[in-house]
């Protein structure tokens, strides 16, 4: 039986692909830093204290790092913009030095990354992955997430990085914060609206996430992103559809979502188109490729 460790994976996305995976036959072992239930295969670990269960980490087949301080959560200071980077760069460090000294038989390390890379901006491109990254703080961030997961590669492990745009599922995430004052017949886009909100279903994420497991011939940066583009205005009035509620309050302005949120109100007021060939040119077919289709499917 093949075994993944999957980092990060009591969050959102680690509970629905550790659930696909057991489904697949594989053995599944979740590393949190904020729960430990070693009888439902949760292990606690830490990278600052350099604690872990050697045991795994010595002989686990793949290993999928998920594991990051939430990037939306809260104003960026300069404390919460250390930890975000440091809960993904010295943890992917603390990962490498292990195996490096104990696992010889590791096939893949597959990390999660962001379409952050490309920075905070919006515009006429449409990025690939070999774009360079902006230099901001996501395009930053993201360089630094992705040189510590390619330290792999050094050992000869296939390595492959995953771009992840906005996430839906039917619960929790950046989903149930929008379609909430929707439902309250109060939605509204947000700054110009005309900025590009790359996404993606959780099934095609964990699918793809799967599919960097299985698939030998995938290594390096992929945009995991649906192959639509849209942007903030028409996301808000396809979920008010969806939802069956009205579209009509007036933007958010962005001075006042930079009252509010300072610095990371970014991620809301800015986005740009995304590229999902890379991806596609490997036989990954979405299953939700347009944003109707995706909202339908949680039956909201």
Not at 68 to 93: F, H, P, Q, Y
Not at 116 to 126: E, S, W
Request: charged letters at 25%.
């Amino acid at each position: 039986m093949k075994s993944v460790i999957i980092t990060g994976g009591t969050g959102l996305v680690g509970n629905h692909l550790s659930k696909k995976l057991r489904n697949l036959g594989y053995r599944v072992y979740i590393f949190s830093s904020l729960v430990n239930d070693e009888s439902g295969s949760i292990y606690f670990w830490n990278y600052e204290k350099g604690t872990i269960n050697h045991d795994i980490i010595n002989k686990v087949d793949y290993i999928i790092h998920l594991a990051g301080a939430n990037i939306s959560s809260g104003r960026w200071t300069l404390k919460r913009k250390k930890e975000i980077v440091d809960s993904r760069v010295k943890s992917a460090e603390f990962l490498f030095n292990k195996i490096k000294e104990n696992n010889e038989s590791l096939k893949a390390f597959i990390s999660a990354s962001a379409v952050g890379y490309y920075g905070a901006v919006t515009g006429d491109k449409v990025f690939v992955e070999d774009d360079l990254p902006t230099d901001d703080f996501l395009g930053n961030t993201c360089k630094k997430w992705e040189a510590a997961a390619g330290k792999f590669s050094d050992l000869g492990i296939r390595t492959v990085k995953l771009r992840t745009g906005i996430v839906l599922t039917s619960k929790g995430g950046a989903l149930t914060k929008m379609k909430t004052p929707i439902k309250l017949g109060i939605g509204s886009a947000i700054g110009t609206g005309k900025q590009y909100m790359p996404w993606i279903h959780i099934d095609d994420l964990c699918d793809i996430y799967i599919k960097a497991i299985e698939d030998d011939k995938i290594y390096g940066a992929y945009n995991a992103v649906a192959p639509e583009f849209i942007t903030n205005k028409e996301f808000t009035q396809i979920l008010a559809n969806v939802l069956n509620k009205p579209f009509w309050f007036p933007s958010i302005p962005s001075f006042f979502m930079r009252s509010i949120f300072g610095e990371m109100s970014d991620i809301l007021l800015e986005g740009s188109r995304i590229s999902s060939d890379k991806i596609t040119n490997t036989g990954y077919e979405f299953k939700y490729d347009n944003l109707k289709k995706g909202l339908e499917s949680f039956k909201l």
